[in-house]
């Protein structure tokens, strides 16, 4: 019996170290691939941000543009504030991990968005309650269908994993090599059609980082769309708790 | 040559043979009738079901013609618009009755309910009889709530009550219903929770500058933190602050147990629609459907909305969803043109219940000068009032596709007129199988009381036949012989006429007074394909639905009594004497 000592351990090195080694791809690509799609995912990605964006709305002829300060802590707590136009000042929207409240000023209201809302628009835009509380982590749900790279740009294929709980069905993204920043996001369906774009652009450096400081998603098929400009942008502040509560929503 | 010397022989032998077996003529005469008397209420009702069919669809909300903005049918945008003038030229035009300005919107309404209770603390929740639910001992802010109370409020696991006033920070702000635990009889709410929450909830705190109050800008103000550009930081290493309650010090902790005030939020996302008063009761028939309270007045003064509530109705299942009665305040907020939502107070001045549950629980009515009011929904073009929808009741309902084309004719090419036939084409179809039905029916029943009268009628012909045989023996023609019959058939016809009009309108007049109670039998309403029909069905009286069984009855009749009377003609009296001795 004793010779099971010397086997089991050679079992656990096939069990764990073997597919640790074929592991080193990531779906159909390199293992470098993911480095440059996590980097590129997490751009703005920091322990806690705080900063203040321009979100501007085009939908078929009328326009809003809409000013905000925004406060965020890891993936999970969320907290936006608007502070113009007159008319929405104060109002605020909370998300914490999947829940998502607003306060709306001139009411004095906080109004939890409860499940068969999450799916319209906020404040008028082309992104979702729900885009909003769903954080996907391209390296943990998606994996690589295919990658080219010419001399600027790498090329990536995204297709989710099967039990990841994801929207698309697809995702390519383009990313400039020098800098691993993303240059657009093509958003495809189930069936492999184009459901939105998001291109990225003004790359500058904010608080030590360089970002694109211009984000625009568009739906495909019609001539609309959502942009998020960043005024102002400060990494890894330490930003109260309290900013992340309802008591904070009210402030 | 009898004809030439007394016209009326020829009707008094026909009376005479009618009566020479009385009782079978009046069984058939009362064959005839009856069948009469059937088919006027049955028509009666009939058509009184298609009119509660399309009154049902047109009064409800529909209206007997729509105009719209030629994309909005579809894509319901909310810049798809037409111009509120319109109103007074469409009211112009021929057959129409009315018309009704709509403007809709989306949005969400909510209300909060304030629940006081006793708060008393624990530590922990093992002794408790939870009925329901679980304490989950991770939350902080778990309690558990007294089983008379979570009735009262509909409170259940899982559902959240925000403290009001919000307490000082490190307290919980909002409780998370873990259990339901059986009360003894309470006559106040009790609530259960952690010993040092509570504690937290009613500590006092010594006036802390709060760096929240100033409107500056916070985000300059805040410190970088230590590791700051640590980009490889998972989920798990953010703190949750929040729970790890460090600076206690200023903090005085207060008794574990007392009252506070809990406010329970619900919401719900609702279609919004705002309408002319005075001119939707003209068209629709919501105003029926109140159930308490009132439908909306006409008042709007123009400074007030933003101080004093504007009124709402909202149907009756919204009302139990949001816990709310006449006369409560509701929040709404609604996507306003400008795309983003804004919101606004309203006061409940009426709780309607039509049947449909996608009225009932997803629509609400607002007058609709808050759709134009800018600081709502702020529907306007260029300053000029705009909507997105008229609906146009007519007198009649059978004009609909006329007046459609005649409106059709005069409008802008990017607006388009419907008929409700054209919005619900499943609705118009079946009204339309209906009166099909009713034309089956009415066939049928007379058909059954014509083989009666021609059974009686061929009787009557071959008991007869001998006599028959003396009359064209005495040189009477075929033609005087088939005659004879036919006018016996016309007697007969006449007086099933005179009787079964009168039962039958007898019965009608009932049915249309009265009408059919299906209550019993739908207790909860009679809902089809998204329209609502009255439970009681009632008749209703049309001259065609009197004339068409008259004229269908002589028509069988004759028809029937045709080849009784050939027979009768072709009778050979010396054939007739030898069988019939």
Same mark, same amino acid.
């Given at each position: 019996?004793?010779?099971?000592?010397?086997?089991?351990?050679?079992?656990?090195?096939?069990?764990?170290?073997?597919?640790?080694?074929?592991?080193?791809?990531?779906?159909?690509?390199?293992?470098?691939?993911?480095?440059?799609?996590?980097?590129?995912?997490?751009?703005?990605?920091?322990?806690?941000?705080?900063?203040?964006?321009?979100?501007?709305?085009?939908?078929?002829?009328?326009?809003?543009?809409?000013?905000?300060?925004?406060?965020?802590?890891?993936?999970?707590?969320?907290?936006?504030?608007?502070?113009?136009?007159? %008319?929405?000042?104060?109002?605020?929207?909370?998300?914490?991990?999947?829940?998502?409240?607003?306060?709306?000023? %001139?009411?004095?209201?906080?109004?939890?968005?409860?499940?068969?809302?999450?799916?319209?628009?906020?404040?008028?835009?082309?992104?979702?309650?729900?885009?909003?509380?769903?954080?996907?982590?391209?390296?943990?749900?998606?994996?690589?269908?295919?990658?080219?790279?010419?001399?600027?740009?790498?090329?990536?294929?995204?297709?989710?994993?099967?039990?990841?709980?994801?929207?698309?069905?697809?995702?390519?993204?383009?990313? %400039?090599?020098?800098?691993?920043?993303?240059?657009?996001?093509?958003?495809?369906?189930?069936?492999?059609?184009?459901?939105?774009?998001?291109?990225?652009?003004?790359?500058?450096?904010?608080?030590?980082?360089?970002?694109?400081?211009?984000?625009?998603?568009?739906?495909?098929?019609?001539?609309?769309?959502?942009?998020?400009?960043?005024?102002?942008?400060?990494?890894?502040?330490?930003?109260?708790? +309290?900013?992340?509560?309802?008591?904070?929503?009210? +402030? | 040559?009898?004809?030439?010397?007394?016209?009326?022989?020829?009707?008094?032998?026909?009376?005479?043979?009618?009566?020479?077996?009385?009782?079978?003529?009046?069984?058939?005469?009362?064959?005839?009738?009856?069948?009469?008397?059937? $088919?006027?209420?049955?028509?009666?009702?009939?058509?009184?079901?298609?009119?509660?069919?399309?009154?049902?669809?047109?009064?409800?909300?529909?209206?007997?013609?729509?105009?719209?903005?030629?994309?909005?049918?579809?894509?319901?945008?909310?810049? !798809?618009?037409?111009?509120?003038?319109?109103?007074?030229?469409?009211?112009?035009?021929?057959?129409?009755?009315?018309?009704?300005?709509?403007?809709?919107?989306?949005?969400?309404?909510?209300? $909060?309910?304030?629940?006081?209770?006793?708060?008393?603390?624990?530590?922990?929740?093992?002794?408790?009889?939870?009925?329901?639910?679980?304490?989950?001992?991770?939350?902080?802010?778990?309690?558990?709530?007294?089983?008379?109370?979570?009735?009262?409020?509909?409170?259940?696991?899982?559902?959240?009550?925000?403290?009001?006033?919000?307490?000082?920070?490190?307290?919980?702000?909002?409780?998370?219903?873990?259990?339901?635990?059986?009360?003894?009889?309470?006559?106040?709410?009790?609530?259960?929770?952690?010993?040092?929450?509570?504690?937290?909830?009613?500590?006092?705190?010594?006036?802390?500058?709060?760096?929240?109050?100033?409107?500056?800008?916070?985000?300059?103000?805040?410190?970088?933190?230590?590791?700051?550009?640590?980009?490889?930081?998972?989920?798990?290493?953010?703190?949750?602050?929040?729970?790890?309650?460090?600076?206690?010090?200023?903090?005085?902790?207060?008794?574990? !147990?007392?009252?506070?005030?809990?406010?329970?939020?619900?919401? !719900?996302?609702?279609?919004?629609?705002?309408?002319?008063?005075?001119?939707?009761?003209?068209?629709?028939?919501?105003?029926?459907?109140?159930?308490?309270?009132?439908?909306?007045?006409?008042?709007?003064?123009?400074?007030?909305?933003?101080?004093?509530?504007?009124?709402?109705?909202?149907?009756?299942?919204?009302?139990?969803?949001?816990?709310?009665?006449?006369?409560?305040?509701?929040?709404?907020?609604?996507?306003?043109?400008?795309?983003?939502?804004?919101?606004?107070?309203?006061?409940?001045?009426?709780?309607?219940?039509?049947?449909?549950?996608?009225?009932?629980?997803?629509?609400?009515?607002?007058?609709?000068?808050?759709?134009?009011? =800018?600081?709502?929904?702020?529907?306007?073009?260029?300053?000029?009032?705009?909507?997105?929808?008229?609906?146009?009741?007519?007198?009649?309902?059978?004009?609909?596709?006329?007046?459609?084309?005649?409106?059709?004719?005069?409008?802008?090419?990017?607006?388009?007129?419907?008929?409700?036939?054209?919005?619900?084409?499943?609705?118009?179809?079946?009204?339309?199988?209906?009166?099909?039905? =009713?034309?089956?029916?009415?066939?049928?029943?007379?058909?059954?009381?014509?083989?009666?009268?021609?059974?009686?009628?061929?009787?009557?012909?071959?008991?007869?036949?001998?006599?028959?045989?003396?009359?064209?023996?005495?040189?009477?023609?075929?033609?005087?012989?088939?005659?004879?019959?036919?006018?016996?058939?016309?007697?007969?016809?006449?007086?099933?006429?005179?009787?079964?009009?009168?039962?039958?309108?007898?019965?009608? $007049?009932?049915?249309?007074?009265?009408?059919?109670?299906?209550?019993?039998?739908?207790?909860?309403?009679?809902?089809?394909?998204?329209?609502?029909?009255?439970?009681?069905?009632?008749?209703?009286?049309?001259?065609?639905?009197?004339?068409?069984?008259?004229?269908?009855?002589?028509?069988? $009749?004759?028809?029937?009594?045709?080849?009784?009377?050939?027979?009768?003609?072709?009778?050979?009296?010396?054939?007739?004497?030898?069988?019939?001795?």
């Amino acid at each position: 019996m004793f010779k099971l000592k010397y086997v089991y351990p050679i079992i656990f090195i096939f069990i764990y170290f073997v597919p640790q080694v074929e592991a080193k791809k990531w779906g159909k690509c390199s293992w470098n691939t993911k480095k440059i799609v996590d980097k590129a995912d997490r751009i703005m990605f920091a322990k806690t941000t705080a900063g203040k964006m321009v979100m501007k709305v085009k939908k078929s002829d009328y326009s809003s543009t809409i000013k905000m300060k925004f406060y965020s802590k890891g993936r999970d707590k969320m907290s936006v504030k608007i502070y113009s136009p007159s %008319r929405l000042k104060g109002m605020s929207t909370l998300k914490v991990n999947n829940k998502v409240w607003y306060y709306m000023p %001139r009411t004095d209201r906080i109004v939890k968005v409860n499940s068969s809302m999450m799916s319209s628009s906020w404040m008028g835009s082309h992104v979702t309650n729900d885009d909003l509380v769903k954080e996907t982590q391209l390296q943990k749900h998606y994996t690589c269908h295919s990658s080219k790279s010419d001399k600027t740009f790498h090329v990536v294929t995204l297709k989710p994993k099967p039990s990841a709980p994801v929207v698309w069905g697809k995702i390519v993204m383009k990313i %400039r090599k020098q800098d691993n920043i993303p240059v657009s996001s093509k958003y495809y369906s189930e069936k492999n059609k184009l459901e939105r774009t998001m291109k990225f652009s003004d790359i500058r450096e904010i608080d030590g980082r360089k970002i694109p400081a211009k984000m625009r998603l568009s739906p495909a098929g019609k001539n609309e769309y959502t942009e998020i400009y960043y005024k102002k942008i400060r990494f890894n502040v330490s930003i109260p708790g +309290r900013y992340f509560t309802i008591r904070g929503l009210k +402030r | 040559m009898l004809f030439r010397g007394n016209k009326l022989l020829i009707f008094k032998m026909a009376w005479r043979n009618l009566w020479r077996h009385k009782r079978r003529t009046v069984i058939t005469l009362f064959a005839m009738a009856v069948g009469l008397a059937f $088919s006027i209420p049955t028509i009666g009702l009939m058509e009184g079901m298609s009119k509660q069919m399309v009154d049902g669809i047109t009064k409800m909300h529909l209206g007997d013609l729509q105009i719209h903005q030629k994309d909005y049918p579809e894509e319901k945008g909310i810049r !798809q618009v037409l111009p509120y003038k319109l109103i007074t030229e469409i009211d112009q035009y021929d057959g129409v009755k009315a018309v009704a300005p709509r403007i809709y919107s989306g949005g969400m309404i909510s209300a $909060s309910k304030k629940i006081e209770s006793r708060i008393r603390g624990v530590d922990n929740f093992e002794k408790l009889k939870i009925i329901h639910g679980e304490m989950d001992r991770k939350n902080r802010c778990l309690v558990a709530v007294d089983e008379d109370t979570a009735i009262k409020y509909k409170l259940k696991p899982g559902n959240e009550l925000i403290l009001s006033p919000l307490p000082v920070e490190e307290a919980c702000e909002k409780i998370t219903i873990g259990g339901i635990f059986k009360g003894r009889n309470l006559d106040y709410s009790l609530i259960f929770m952690l010993k040092k929450q509570v504690k937290l909830i009613f500590a006092s705190k010594d006036e802390v500058d709060d760096p929240l109050a100033e409107e500056g800008d916070d985000i300059d103000n805040f410190k970088k933190l230590d590791d700051a550009g640590g980009e490889e930081i998972g989920n798990s290493s953010v703190e949750d602050s929040d729970s790890k309650p460090k600076d206690n010090s200023k903090l005085k902790l207060g008794p574990a !147990q007392g009252k506070y005030t809990f406010v329970r939020n619900y919401s !719900q996302p609702v279609g919004v629609s705002a309408v002319e008063p005075t001119r939707e009761i003209k068209v629709s028939n919501m105003y029926k459907s109140i159930i308490s309270g009132e439908y909306l007045s006409n008042q709007w003064s123009r400074n007030k909305p933003d101080r004093v509530e504007t009124e709402i109705i909202i149907g009756k299942k919204l009302a139990e969803l949001l816990n709310v009665k006449v006369g409560n305040i509701v929040g709404m907020d609604a996507v306003t043109m400008a795309n983003y939502p804004l919101d606004r107070l309203f006061k409940i001045k009426g709780i309607f219940k039509t049947g449909l549950d996608r009225l009932d629980r997803n629509v609400v009515y607002i007058h609709i000068e808050n759709g134009w009011d =800018t600081q709502f929904i702020g529907l306007r073009n260029k300053k000029k009032k705009v909507v997105h929808e008229l609906a146009v009741s007519l007198y009649n309902h059978g004009d609909n596709s006329k007046v459609a084309t005649d409106i059709r004719k005069e409008l802008d090419d990017n607006l388009i007129v419907r008929i409700w036939q054209n919005i619900e084409p499943a609705m118009a179809s079946i009204v339309a199988t209906s009166n099909v039905m =009713t034309n089956l029916i009415l066939a049928i029943i007379l058909i059954i009381a014509g083989f009666g009268t021609m059974n009686t009628m061929l009787m009557s012909v071959m008991e007869r036949i001998k006599e028959f045989g003396v009359l064209k023996s005495i040189g009477m023609k075929p033609f005087f012989v088939a005659t004879l019959i036919l006018i016996e058939t016309v007697f007969l016809t006449l007086g099933a006429i005179f009787i079964g009009c009168s039962l039958g309108l007898f019965f009608q $007049s009932w049915l249309i007074d009265k009408g059919i109670d299906l209550n019993a039998l739908l207790p909860n309403g009679f809902t089809f394909q998204g329209v609502v029909i009255d439970p009681v069905w009632k008749a209703i009286f049309t001259w065609s639905g009197l004339f068409i069984p008259i004229y269908m009855l002589i028509f069988v $009749s004759l028809v029937v009594a045709l080849w009784p009377a050939l027979r009768a003609a072709r009778v050979k009296p010396v054939e007739a004497f030898r069988k019939h001795k």
